[in-house]
């Protein structure tokens, strides 16, 4: 059974800057698009970037600018870098991945992650 595990996360002011990590093992890793949502109490989970197997990123408007993702497919990780944090990205993250070409939808993720929390003071 393939598993999906963050680190990085933690509290940062805002402008500041976070990297998340998220290591993947027992999957066949070049085959699979990675990504990150997020989750913020009382809210539903929402997609932040993705990046597929093909290299293709993608990534939600609130994000666009600051954030950018990146895989090592010979580490079998993917690393969210997070730049000019604002207080509205303090939210739960969650690795994520399929074997979908790209994905923006819950319901697309075959594998989640534990999460790793990220909280931005202003």
């Known amino acids: 059974q393939g598993q999906l595990v963050e680190s990085g996360g933690g509290l940062v002011q805002a402008g500041g800057s976070l990297r998340l990590s998220c290591a993947a093992s027992g999957y066949t890793f070049t085959s699979y698009s990675m990504g990150w949502f997020r989750q913020a109490p009382g809210k539903e989970r929402e997609f932040v970037a993705s990046?597929?197997?093909?290299?293709?990123?993608d990534y939600a408007d609130s994000v666009k600018g600051r954030f950018g993702i990146s895989r090592d497919n010979v580490k079998r990780t993917v690393v969210l870098q997070m730049n000019s944090l604002k207080a509205e990205d303090t939210a739960l993250y969650y690795c994520?991945?399929?074997?979908?070409?790209?994905?923006?939808?819950?319901?697309?993720?075959?594998?989640w992650g534990q999460g790793t929390q990220v909280t931005v003071s202003s």
């Open positions: 994520a991945g399929t074997l979908l070409p790209t994905f923006q939808k819950v319901a697309d993720i075959a594998s």
């Open positions: 990046i597929g197997w093909n290299g293709r990123t």
